[in-house]
């Protein structure tokens, strides 16, 4: 476990260019030649770090703005009195998204979920900071090396099913809160009947579409009017019954 880690700037944000580059393996074998000219390989180490060449952009005209209260320096300042006095030229780690497995997407609407476990790792700064000038930004090109990797679990809300709304050939499902994996077609069974909560047909899914928040859209061949539509369900660690959310096709 690493002991004295630090954390990212805050007010700095965390989005890696597609530009950067990964180096795994390097000097991770030792080579020893043996009398007869044949070489022998072995690892130098328990660890080999992965390494990456990183590019960032940080604004260097406006003011960041933390708590609504103004901290006077610009994201790039903070990033720099963090890389100088916290980080301390790469000798504290500090713990950061995991590069191969980010949850930063730079789309604000995604970045600020917040639920299921975040794949982490600790890196140091290994090599110096160049930024150049491009616009408002000043665009940084760093060497990171891994210390460690690991899990933070986060706990996850609970999937429930607020309720549904049937249409001729569709119904539309809502949660209020969704587990850590996005739901599938495999998991829902939907049922028609001339009474509600029936189950006497089961109704082949043509189509389905999660729109990666809180509905679930299950396409069916049409139905007519007057129609009860419901559904059985067997997310992970959560099920909903047949009959237990009902609607009827207007």
């Known amino acids: 476990m690493i002991q004295g880690y630090t954390g990212w700037p805050t007010g700095v944000n965390r ?9 795994l393996g390097e000097n991770a074998l030792k080579n020893d030649e043996l009398e007869n000219g044949l070489k022998r390989s ?21 003011e960041v703005i933390i708590n609504n209260q103004n901290t006077h320096k610009t994201e ?35 970045d600020t979920v917040e639920n299921g476990p975040i794949n982490v790792e600790y890196y140091k700064i290994t090599s110096a900071v160049p930024g150049n000038k491009s616009g408002d930004d000043i665009v940084v090109d760093t060497t990171w090396e891994a210390v460690y ?27 209020s809160a969704l587990g850590t994996t996005a739901p599938t077609s495999q998991m829902f069974t ?3 009947g001339s009474t509600e909560g029936s189950t006497d047909n089961t ?28 559904f059985a369900l067997n997310y992970p660690d959560y099920a909903v019954a047949a009959g237990t959310f009902n609607s009827e096709v207007p």
């Open 190 to 192: 939907v049922y028609s």
């Open 42 to 62: 072995r690892k130098r180490g328990a660890f080999c770090p992965d390494k990456f060449s990183v590019k960032m952009r940080f604004n260097w005209v406006d």
């Open 203 to 230: 109704v082949t899914i043509k189509g389905f579409y999660y729109d990666n928040a809180n509905t679930v859209r299950i396409y069916y061949d049409s139905l007519a009017s007057d129609t009860w539509v419901t």
């Open 149 to 175: 990797g690991g899990i933070v679990d986060i706990a996850t809300q609970t999937p429930l099913v607020l309720g549904c709304s049937a249409k001729a050939d569709y119904i539309d499902i809502e949660f």
């Open 15 to 23: 989005i890696i260019e597609d530009s950067s580059n990964i180096t």
């Open 76 to 110: 790039y300042n903070l990033f720099t009195d963090w890389y100088k006095y916290i980080h301390k030229y790469g000798s504290v780690p500090f713990e950061f998204p995991k590069i191969l497995y980010s949850q930063d997407t730079g789309i604000l609407i995604y």
